[in-house]
């Protein structure tokens, strides 16, 4: 039962323009979602998160969007970089059921940004 | 932002033996840290979630008696992976949340590659 899911496990895109990884949740208790970037042989990073009482969170080139109708969320990162040639991980916690401990990982998209 | 060690990074064992694998939280005591498995190409699956001083909680269908779990100090969370098998064989990862950083946050350590011959 995958409850959080990126449908694209990879993605390329030239360098300056935007990229955008989506994310598909199913249970409606999430509140609190996480987005991390994962390089190989090395643990995940965090980037940016949004709480469900907002539908967009900024910082810098990175946005992530929220749409709790559609229990989808995206990150857009612009202008993209080859820095950001990595794997992305879309990650969701229900705070008011677990007490904002447990993370809930998607299958991750790579995303490879050419030059 | 907070810093997570792991060690080993890399351990190759018999089948049969046990290996153990060490979580530091370097510049923050944390109370809570998590462990994970990944497989290739899958996403990182919690295994169990350890709390300092007390026994860990472990996810439907992970065996606690084969992955153990000590929280021994605000500072040090070790699995060891008894009489383990081949199939054992995956990339673990533990994270810890720092009580300073926004909530839901974790920090991870860079992982441990288990290669279980």
């Known amino acids: 039962d995958q409850q959080v899911k990126q449908n694209s496990p990879s993605l390329s895109v030239q360098e300056g323009r935007i990229s955008i990884l989506n994310c598909d949740y199913t249970?409606?208790?999430?509140?609190?979602f996480l987005w991390y970037k994962k390089y190989p042989a090395e643990g995940p990073t965090f980037l940016i998160s949004?709480?469900?009482?907002?539908d967009k969170n900024e910082d810098g080139r990175f946005t992530v969007f929220l749409n709790k109708s559609a229990k989808h969320l995206s990150l857009h990162i612009v202008p993209s970089q080859p820095g950001d040639s990595a794997v992305y991980f879309c990650a969701a916690s229900a705070q008011k059921v677990q007490g904002a401990q447990k993370l809930v990982f998607g299958q991750g998209t790579r995303l490879t940004i050419n030059p | 932002g907070a810093v997570v060690s792991q060690h080993p990074s890399r351990v190759i064992c018999k089948s049969g033996t046990s290996v153990k694998i060490e979580c530091r939280s370097l510049d923050f005591q944390a109370t809570t840290m998590f462990w994970y498995r990944q497989f290739p190409k899958q996403s990182l699956m919690l295994m169990a979630t350890?709390?300092?001083?007390?026994?860990?909680?472990?996810e439907q269908g992970v065996e606690k008696d084969k992955f153990l779990i000590n929280h021994a100090s605000l500072t040090l969370s070790t699995l060891t992976v008894t009489s383990a098998h081949p199939e054992d064989s995956s990339f673990y990862i533990c994270?810890?949340?720092?009580?300073?950083?926004?909530?839901?946050?974790?920090?991870f350590g860079p992982g441990t590659r288990l290669t279980v011959l």
């Open positions: 994270s810890a949340r720092d009580p300073r950083a926004r909530r839901n946050e974790q920090f």
């Open positions: 350890s709390n300092e001083g007390s026994k860990a909680t472990y």
């Open positions: 249970n409606s208790m999430f509140d609190y």
């Open positions: 949004i709480s469900s009482i907002k």
